[in-house]
């Protein structure tokens, strides 16, 4: 029996070892999945920005009135989205991959986490919008860019809004890649423990 004791101890570290290599390669996955999508997200939020920047250059020199000011907020609006998308993916691309699973649903969660707070702010941005508008049919002081930037506002919050809750859900549909990450089974969560 002593004879066998020091081939247990090496077929039991074998099998961890490979369980580990299995484990860190779906945390990998996991991780170089979210970094992925990031950037894909800025990219999308990147190429609104930059077309309605250039069509709302080109458009408000050749407009008048309410329409001017639709296609100057477009472009000053997204002035503010390029940003964010440049930053967003210079971020996602210099990202190092997540050291342990903790990390990695950490920075999953939070991305999820922002998506919804932004779901939030896009609701706010079309009630000023409207808000705008409907101010504009009680002042006779330039109520054509109160109506021009109200109607901006809401289409840009609208399309805000739509991006951010698919980017949730997108995001939220590897929820079952996260539960099997912290070792859970359709009968419960379990422990796993790596030697």
């Not at 991780?31 to 190429?47: E, F, I, P, W, Y």
């Not at 971020?91 to 919804?116: M, N, Q």
């Not at 109607?151 to 951010?164: C, H, R």
């Not at 949730?168 to 539960?179: D, G, P, Q, V």
Request: glycine fraction near 12%; include cysteine; charge should be positive.
């Amino acid at each position: 029996m002593r004879s066998l004791r020091p081939f247990l101890i090496l077929f039991i570290s074998c099998m961890s070892l490979g369980a580990w290599a299995q484990s860190a390669g779906k945390l990998t996955e996991f991780d170089q999945a979210r970094l992925n999508h990031q950037k894909k997200a800025m990219l999308v939020l990147g190429g609104w920005a930059a077309g309605n920047i250039g069509a709302g250059l080109i458009l408000r020199s050749r407009r008048s009135g309410e329409d001017r000011y639709f296609h100057e907020m477009n472009a000053l609006w997204n002035g503010v989205n390029l940003g964010i998308a440049a930053a967003g993916y210079w971020s996602a691309t210099h990202a190092g991959a997540s050291p342990d699973v903790y990390s990695a649903l950490r920075e999953h969660y939070a991305f999820e986490k922002i998506l919804l707070f932004n779901a939030g702010l896009d609701v706010g941005y079309m009630a000023g919008g409207f808000y705008l508008m409907e101010r504009a049919k009680n002042t006779s002081k330039r109520p054509e860019r109160l109506r021009g930037y109200g109607k901006s506002i809401v289409v840009q919050g609208a399309f805000l809004f739509a991006f951010d809750l698919a980017n949730y859900f997108i995001s939220h549909s590897r929820e079952h890649e996260a539960k099997l990450l912290l070792g859970a089974t359709p009968d419960g969560v379990g422990l796993l423990l790596h030697f």
